[in-house]
Each structure stands twice: as structure tokens, then as C-alpha cells.
């Protein structure tokens, strides 16, 4: 659901903020790019090949802050 992923989107980049990291730095911890850090951020799977990639990258997001 979209609003789910937006929802978790937001948590993602306040927990990034709270722990003063930028998303060039999410980025290179988690070997993605910035823009699929944002499309993270955002809600938004387009820079992604797939749900299954999207679901996996906030995944470990989500471990990492």
C-alpha cells in the first residue's frame, strides 16, 4: 500500500535525521544510491526493480537508524 510505504518513508528519514547521518551517508552504508534513498524516504519504489527490492532496501534501512 503507498500510504503504508509513504508512512514508513517518513520514519525512515526522521530516524536518519535524528542520528545526524545525510543520505549520501545511508547511501553508501547500504550500497544503494541516493536517489533510491530518497524513492526509501518518499514512499516511492520506482528507482527499484521491484517491491520485492524495495521491501528489502527498507529493510535495512530500517536496521541501520
Do not use: H, I, K
Not at 3 to 31: H, K, N, Y
Not at 42 to 60: E, H, L
Amino acid at each position: 500500500n503507498f500510504e503504508v510505504c509513504q508512512e514508513v518513508g517518513v520514519l525512515l528519514g526522521a530516524a536518519r535525521t535524528e542520528r545526524r547521518l545525510s543520505v549520501a551517508d545511508v547511501a553508501s552504508q547500504l550500497l544503494l544510491s541516493t536517489a533510491q534513498v530518497r524513492g526509501l524516504e518518499r514512499g516511492d519504489s520506482v528507482a527499484f526493480y521491484g517491491p520485492v527490492f524495495f521491501a528489502n532496501a527498507a529493510r535495512r534501512y530500517a536496521a541501520l537508524v
